[in-house]
């Protein structure tokens, strides 16, 4: 009688757990097949005008074209992109807010500052380009070379300086990484984003900036302002074949780097691989590939388990690369 009262209870448990592990199946489904169900918005840490903003808008215009849904470019500046970074850690796990640049926010940064997410705190979504940056320097500096440029930098230590998209960004750590292995030193000034970091570029009120190239090419005729004397990438770029990397002068240095969209960590799963879908077919998009490729921005065709792997193997690239840069 017992034995048959604590089958029966079984039983129950069993189909009551059933239920709901089939009504949270359903739930998850059905928020997948109805995302978005509000407005998305792309996060980017940096003012309008960089690449990482004209990347995001980009992307924004395809999806909500593509999707019928509304997909909004927002522009979180400063802090080195933290309060862009925690905004997005701490949202809704809907989809519906995701943050769009490059792995300074929540890979490096997080390594030179105490913040309140790490890299766990973030869904891998799906990255959607690489590039490498470009060597810009004031035209009114006395060279002409990279070479020519490493020797009056090294016979006037201390005096030169860079701009970046911010402290702990890319283009503030490929600078560091450049001083470190040429032997020279630079000051670092750091700007609330790309797009300012090139227009003190332009007005001469840096020496010198590793650019996106999509910020940097628009200037190449601009001679009387600036010349593009290499780029940072493993090899000379298909569409700047003149350009030498600067990699060919010292030997072992190499530096791309990607944007792509990340989440709040517990997304659902199907509305990740729906969102990734969604950015695979806007990078291969034919006017957006030949647009980005214009610009030696290389559209990536990938996943989120691929992106996952992506990140973990850069953080402990850039750890190195910041301790080699004496970051850290």
């Not at 903003?53 to 999707?67: G, H, N, S």
Request: aromatic share 8%.
């Amino acid at each position: 009688m017992r034995q048959a009262r604590y089958s029966n209870r079984r039983q129950f448990m069993q189909r009551a757990l059933s239920t709901a592990a089939m009504s949270m199946g359903l739930g998850t489904a059905a928020r997948a097949a109805s995302w978005p169900a509000r407005p998305v918005s792309i996060i980017v840490p940096y003012v309008a005008g960089g690449t990482s903003d004209m990347m995001a808008r980009l992307c924004a215009q395809f999806m909500t074209e593509k999707l019928g849904k509304t997909f909004i470019v927002e522009n979180r500046a400063g802090g080195s992109g933290v309060p862009a970074a925690t905004v997005t850690a701490t949202a809704d796990r809907d989809g519906c807010t995701v943050l769009f640049g490059p792995p300074a926010p929540i890979v490096t940064v997080p390594m030179l500052q105490k913040v309140s997410y790490n890299t766990e705190s973030f869904a891998p979504i799906n990255i959607f380009a690489s590039y490498p940056f470009l060597l810009g320097i004031k035209a009114s500096l006395p060279v002409q070379s990279l070479q020519e440029l490493i020797a009056y930098m090294k016979a006037h230590p201390g005096k030169l300086n860079y701009s970046s998209a911010g402290f702990g960004s890319i283009s503030h750590l490929v600078g560091a990484l450049f001083a470190s292995q040429a032997d020279i030193k630079v000051v670092h000034v750091p700007y609330k984003g790309a797009a300012p970091a090139t227009t003190a570029l332009m007005t001469g009120e840096v020496d010198f900036y590793f650019g996106g190239s999509s910020e940097l090419i628009p200037h190449m005729s601009s001679t009387d302002k600036i010349r593009i004397i290499a780029t940072s990438g493993t090899k000379r770029l298909a569409n700047l074949p003149d350009l030498p990397a600067v990699g060919e002068l010292i030997s072992g240095f190499a530096l791309e780097t990607w944007n792509g969209f990340v989440g709040p960590r517990g997304i659902p799963e199907p509305i990740v691989n729906q969102f990734a879908e969604a950015i695979r077919d806007a990078a291969m998009s034919p006017t957006i590939k030949e647009r980005l490729q214009s610009l030696a921005i290389y559209p990536v065709e990938s996943t989120p388990a691929e992106f996952a792997k992506t990140i973990a193997s850069d953080k402990a690239f850039y750890q190195a690369a910041l301790k080699a840069a004496g970051m850290i």
